[in-house]
């Protein structure tokens, strides 16, 4: 190792260390699911349970054969979306995103790792963007971080786009606007998977009818839930 080397190590060091930028931002790589992929500030650091999931292709929740469209919303760096790609290698996946400059990281991951065929990424709040298209899965890591929970966050989390985490008072306002949505856009046999984190116990109290099923993970993690086309019939019927 040469010196200019060490000094750029040194350098990466005292920022982790002193202004507590995380390390994905500092060497604008990060690792999901398998695959190495770019990001910068203008995206969260991925970090969500469901590339356990989608390794192994949501089974048995959803007959992996029966697959043939995905959509991630706010896909960010495109992390799930391109996890979902890798583990469907005959599926079309939709990345969606509000965020211009996510969406940039994203078409940039999804050039990188050779996805540009079936991966598309749209500019959509939610599932807006897509009026009229059917999945059979539709997954997301939405913003759920509270009002209270945002001001106890780790300085680390200063450093990520506060569009990919706070989501109203509760941490629901994006939970709330997917469930609504995401029966109309699944096909019969579809489902839906969504992390909420911590929001987990009021996603409970908000939606108490609701038969959420609770994936365990052996990588570690958790509040990611899975719930049935057919589940969502109980929003349209006034349940929740």
Request: glycine share 10%.
């Amino acid at each position: 190792m040469n010196a200019r080397q060490l000094a750029r190590i040194d350098t990466l060091l005292k920022a982790r260390i002193r202004r507590r930028i995380p390390l994905a931002y500092l060497t604008r790589r990060a690792f999901f699911a398998g695959m190495e992929l770019y990001v910068d500030e203008r995206v969260l650091v991925p970090r969500s349970p469901i590339a356990e999931l989608a390794l192994h292709r949501f089974a048995p929740w959803i007959d992996p054969r029966r697959v043939k469209r995905i959509v991630d919303i706010g896909t960010g760096s495109g992390a799930i979306a391109l996890a979902c790609a890798a583990a469907f290698p005959r599926a079309a996946v939709d990345a969606l995103d509000i965020s211009p400059g996510a969406l940039q990281v994203c078409r940039r991951n999804i050039r990188k790792l050779g996805f540009t065929g079936r991966v598309r990424a749209l500019r959509s709040d939610h599932l807006d963007g897509v009026a009229g298209n059917r999945y059979d899965i539709i997954v997301t890591n939405p913003p759920y971080v509270g009002r209270a929970e945002m001001r106890r966050l780790p300085r680390e989390y200063r450093h990520e786009p506060v569009l990919g985490l706070a989501s109203g008072r509760d941490g629901l306002d994006s939970v709330r606007a997917i469930l609504k949505s995401a029966r109309r856009h699944l096909h019969d046999h579809g489902i839906l998977v969504v992390e909420v984190g911590n929001s987990e116990r009021a996603l409970l109290a908000a939606f108490p009818r609701l038969p959420f099923l609770w994936p365990d993970f052996v990588m570690g993690g958790g509040g990611v839930f899975i719930l049935r086309a057919q589940d969502l019939e109980e929003l349209n019927d006034g349940g929740g």
